[in-house]
């Protein structure tokens, strides 16, 4: 009955969906970081001419999903799903996002997982026959994070030295049952690991243990080699807690070393801005 | 996973991985610039008193002009910048507790007036606020039973 399910968490894809198309909008911080010019837009202004940083934020995911039906060449109703999610209360970024698309659509929160999530359960929709294109969105916005989760930007308080940084932005990508790849070919799902960190300012002490027990989940499932990817890249686990992933994983005998990288890591010009930390 | 810390040894990790504030550092700028803000305070209740005014009146102006010195900050955008170099030597003083007020108020403007700003204006300076008075109360009582 599992025949696509390998080991306790892992799938193996059957018909392998592709990535047909993706695009990217984001924030003025990101848009000068070092990963600048792979995005498709980088806006200047955090309001993006809204009202409100939660329109913003809508506006962003509007963007880009109708950027990244354009760059696959397709009408939006060639499109079966819209898996999408962010970090607001009931998701509205997604749902008012993509209200006037009129396609078929999931909400999720998985925070930093999210596009990972969402990419995970179209790869299923499409490889078990139930669509053949999908959709996958999510945005986040610092300041619409900030205010839902932590304290009002004008607050005159000090951020501690593991504090994270929110990207400003919205990503997006179109999974089809045809196309030239890159392909998902294997899916691990996470599991809940809580090792008791309550500090909300050290969210990638608080993330590494369920990263590290993925990946150890992964190599475990399918009998790849340690070496066998090019890159293993995590949501967003900051400086801290790109360390204690590594940490972890090396004493369950899995040295990635060069190979790890981190989202967080990877989108900010740590020097420029001392303050992102990510 | 083969190799599993317990909660107790993966906090004690933790907290040997992350970087610590620099105390030091921290420190001696929040006494500079709690230092200054109270001798800005000082001068004006100093000006205040040279104008004629007897000493309760003359504090009570003196956390007036150093509440609107906090909140004309706040609304320039600069206390945050403050809050950021100098921490508790501008949370502490009044203009802090101005910011803590005024922050929420600018955040929330957006939710409306009544259920943005008339009910998110006190999320930070709330607690203060109730366990404040309920102290003041609690030693009001004490200070009736001694008396009495």
């Known amino acids: ?278 | 996973m083969q190799h599993v810390m317990t909660k107790e040894e993966y906090r004690k990790y933790v907290d040997k991985v992350s970087p610590n504030s620099k105390t030091l550092r921290n420190t001696l700028r929040a006494f500079m610039v709690g230092g200054i803000i109270c001798v800005i305070g000082q001068f004006f209740l100093n000006s205040f008193k040279n104008m004629g005014l007897d000493k309760e009146t003359a504090s009570s102006v003196t956390a007036m002009v150093m509440i609107l010195l906090g909140v004309t900050l706040t609304a320039l955008n600069l206390y945050d910048d403050l809050g950021r170099f100098a921490g508790a030597g501008s949370i502490v003083p009044i203009t802090g507790f101005a910011n803590s007020i005024a922050s929420p108020a600018i955040e929330y403007k957006s939710e409306g007036y009544v259920l943005g700003i008339g009910a998110r204006m006190f999320l930070i300076a709330g607690p203060v606020l109730v366990y404040g008075i309920s102290a003041s109360i609690v030693a009001g009582i004490i200070h009736y039973l001694l008396r009495s």
């Open chain 1, 1 to 278: 009955m599992f025949e696509k399910k390998t080991g306790r968490q892992t799938f193996q894809m059957k018909n392998s969906p592709a990535i047909i198309a993706t695009a990217s909008i984001v924030g003025p911080k990101e848009g000068r970081g070092p990963l600048a010019g792979y995005f498709d837009q980088s806006v200047d202004d955090e309001f993006w001419g809204e009202k409100s940083w939660e329109k913003a934020e809508s506006k962003f995911m509007r963007e880009v999903l109708a950027k990244v039906v354009t760059k696959a060449s397709m009408p939006m109703d060639a499109l079966d799903f819209v898996i999408a999610g962010d970090l607001l209360n009931q998701c509205i970024a997604a749902s008012f996002g993509i209200r006037e698309s009129n396609v078929p659509f999931y909400g999720i929160y998985g925070a930093c997982s999210t596009i990972g999530e969402a990419m995970q359960l179209g790869a299923m929709l499409i490889d078990g026959g139930f669509a053949s294109n999908v959709a996958c969105l999510t945005s986040s916005h610092f300041c619409s994070a900030e205010k839902q989760f932590r304290f009002p930007l004008e607050l005159g308080s000090q951020r501690p030295p593991t504090a994270h940084w929110t990207v400003t932005g919205s990503g997006g990508v179109i999974l089809s049952a045809e196309g030239d790849g890159p392909y998902i070919t294997r899916i691990t799902t996470g599991k809940i690991v809580d090792m008791g960190i309550k500090d909300q300012n050290n969210m990638g002490a608080a993330m590494a243990p369920a990263a590290a027990d993925t990946i150890y989940a992964h190599f475990e499932d399918t009998g790849l080699p340690h070496d066998y990817y090019d890159m293993i890249v995590t949501g967003d686990l900051g400086v801290v807690g790109k360390r204690i992933l590594d940490d972890l994983l090396s004493s369950n005998g899995i040295r990635v070393g060069s190979i790890l990288n981190d989202c967080g890591i990877m989108i900010y010009d740590m020097k420029q801005y001392n303050d992102t930390r990510n």
